[in-house]
């Protein structure tokens, strides 16, 4: 006599996909609410253009380029996206530091940065 199997779940379960059973698969796409969303691609937005009034090198533009195209792949409500985005600012902070752009100078870069750093809920240095 074999032994019934039991797929159920039993207990609390706080999750956001479950999948249960041979074969089963779960999958979760989050969004975010459009005006969450509207918000971060405003501040993208913004920080490209603040970006884009320094007249960096084109060296230098494609090297932060690559930060930014990092930044809008994450999605600001997913909690492992807060030290990526801040690792992404702080290196973005550390290159234009190299092409000599003092964000202290550039005030409004530091708003912009800060804005996209605020949505994520992670502190800049400066």
């Known amino acids: 006599m074999s032994d ?4 159920g779940i039993t ?12 074969g089963a698969q779960a999958s979760v796409r989050e969004t975010l609410p459009p005006q969450g969303q509207e918000e971060f691609l405003a501040a993208i937005h913004d920080l ?4 884009a009034a320094l007249r960096l090198s084109p060296a230098a533009h ?3 380029r690559a930060d930014t195209d990092q930044l809008r792949q994450l999605a600001p409500g997913d909690k492992a996206a807060a030290p990526q985005a801040l690792g992404i600012l702080d290196r973005l902070t550390q290159k234009l530091k190299m092409a000599d752009v003092a964000l202290e100078a550039a005030a409004p870069l530091g708003k912009a940065m800060k804005a996209v750093a605020a949505i994520f809920g992670v502190p800049l240095p400066f």
């Open 11 to 22: 207990g609390n379960v706080k999750a956001k996909a479950v999948a249960v059973g041979t």
């Open 62 to 64: 494609e090297l932060v």
């Open 48 to 51: 490209l253009a603040q970006l």
């Open 4 to 7: 019934p199997v039991n797929y």
